[in-house]
Nanobody, 120 residues
Framework: QVQLVESGGGLVQSGGSLTLSCAASGFAFADYSMAWFRQAPGKERELVSC????????REGDFVKGRFTNTRDNSKNTVSLKMNSLQPEDSAIYYCARRYYCPSHVSLDWGQGTQITVSS
């Protein structure tokens, strides 16, 4: 049974930093790309960052602009999203997702999400 459990969300001031973590289980973690998405109220879910299974390379949404770093630890079955220079528009529920490949439009499984609120 696949499980993706996010943690690390919370309230942060504008300009601050947070690190989210996603603990994965129930599948061969190293064989899959892992993505972070976010969804703000009234908006569509959007890709934040995806880290590939083969070389750890990442692709990000245009809004990231070098502020976020997505890394994976295959020895611990975890993926982490370090976010710097957070702005109020980054407030959203952040989700971890499993994908075959980063370019894929299909996410196989989702975590329950973790809320980030950035105050101005």
């Amino acid at each position: 049974q696949v499980q993706l459990v996010e943690s690390g969300g919370g309230l942060v001031q504008s300009g601050g930093s947070l690190t989210l973590s996603c603990a994965a289980s129930g599948f061969a973690f190293a064989d899959y790309s892992m993505a972070w998405f976010r969804q703000a109220p009234g908006k569509e879910r959007e890709l934040v960052s995806c880290v590939s299974s083969d070389d750890g390379s990442t692709r990000e949404g245009d809004f990231v602009k070098g502020r976020f770093t997505n890394t994976r630890d295959n020895s611990k079955n975890t993926v982490s999203l370090k976010m710097n220079s957070l702005q109020p528009e980054d407030s959203a529920i952040y989700y971890c997702a499993r994908r075959y490949y980063c370019p894929s439009h299909v996410s196989l499984d989702w975590g329950q999400g973790t809320q980030i609120t950035v105050s101005s």
